[in-house]
C-alpha cells in the first residue's frame, strides 16, 4: 500500500477554484415523482454544508447525481468541474451512507484495510482510524459496535483515499445524542484541514451545530441557504393566516416582509419576522379576509417551512 502525501497534508484538487459541487438546473423525475425540481446549488471549497429538510424533500436522489449514482432527468452536476463520476474515479469523493457496506466479521481496521486495498493510493490505516477516532477499537469486531461506532468506521473507510470532499446522508440517523455529538466532532476535526463536507440530515439543531451553512430543501427543492443563525432567524417570527384570491405564490413571496408563503386553495399562511406589516399590506391591497396572526416556536416554525404538505392534511 502507498501513501502519496506527507502526514497531516490537505488534499487539494487540481482544478483550482472549481466550485467542490456545483448543481445547475438539476431535476430528477421517477416516472410521476418529481423528486428534484431545478435545483441550483453552488458548495466552494473548504465548506461544511448541511442539507436539511424533511422525509422525502429529495436529499438522497440530490446527493445520488452528486455522486454520479444516477443520472439527472435535466440539468448538470459537477463536482471540482468535472462529471462527478471522473472525480470519484480519482479519489477525490467520498460518501459515508445510512447503512450497508459493512462485513460483521472483520474487525475495524480489517475493514479499513480492506478498502485501503481497493485505492492505489491511500492515506495510512491508521491515520484514518484517529481521525475517525475509532483508533482504540481497531481490534474489535463490526458486529460488537454501536451504530456510532459503525458510522465513524464508514468515516474511517471513506478518509482512506484523502477524499477532498465527503459526502455524509443522514450518517447519525439512530445514534443516540452523545453518539452524534462524537460523531460530528471527528468530522468537523477532519474538515479542519481543508475538507469539503455535505451532509444530509433531518436535523436543525444538529445542521446548525455542525454546519457553516445549512440549505434548506423542500419537495426537491432549495428554500433557505444561509448560515444557522440566518436560518433560524427565518425560522422564527410570526405567521400571518388569511382567506384570500388572485395571487400567486410568487406573487405572495415578493409582499415585503414575506420569508415564504404556504398556499392551500384561498388558505394562504405568510411566514414572516414582521408580520403587522404584512397584515397591514393584505388589508389595504388584497381582498384578504379572516386574517390571523400567530406566533410559534423553532420546532413548529421549521416544520412549517420545510413541512410536507401530505403531513399537514392538504
Ligand atoms: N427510485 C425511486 N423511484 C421512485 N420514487 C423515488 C425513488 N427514489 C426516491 N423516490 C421519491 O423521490 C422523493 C424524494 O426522495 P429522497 O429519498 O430523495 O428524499 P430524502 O430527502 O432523501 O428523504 P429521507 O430523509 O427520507 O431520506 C420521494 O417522494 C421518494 O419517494
Known sequence: MMTTQQPGATTIPDPQGAPAIELVGLEKRFGSVHAVRGLDLTVAQGEIVAFLGPNGAGKTTTIDMMLGLSMPSAGTARVFGMDPRDAIGRGLV???MQSGGLLKDLTVRETVDLTASLFVQTRS??????RAGIADIGDRKVQKCSGGQQ????FAMALVSDPALVVLDEPTTGMDVTGRRDFWSAIRQDAQRGRTVLFATHYLEEADQYADRIVLVRKGQIVADGTGAQIKAMATGRTVRATMSGLSDRQLAAIPGVDSVELQGD?????SKDSDAVARYLFANTNARDVEITARGLEDAFIALTGDDDQQGA
Open 151 to 154: 458510522q465513524r468506521l464508514r
Open 125 to 130: 490505516v491508521d491515520e484514518c482510524l484517529e
Open 267 to 271: 388558505s394562504v399562511s405568510l411566514h
Open 94 to 96: 467520498a460518501a459515508v
